[in-house]
């Protein structure tokens, strides 16, 4: 649900690692698919922050 709507409204005025991502990807894919790959990926993220207990750093690997 979060990602779609970064997805919806307003992503193209951020900038970021994350966000350049995404724009990397909808030029490839549909915009479906797009949400749940970037849904995928926050869900990753948190999951190795909670796990790990560490803060997390806006990096793209």
């Not at 490839?28 to 796990?51: C, D, E, G, S, Y």
């Amino acid at each position: 649900m979060g990602s779609s709507v970064l997805i919806n409204a307003g992503w193209y005025k951020m900038h970021g690692p994350l966000i350049e991502w995404v724009r990397k990807l909808l030029l490839t894919k549909p915009p479906r698919l797009t949400t749940v790959a970037l849904a995928n990926k926050m869900a990753r993220i948190a999951w190795a922050v909670m796990t790990r207990q560490t803060v997390y750093t806006n990096a793209i690997g």
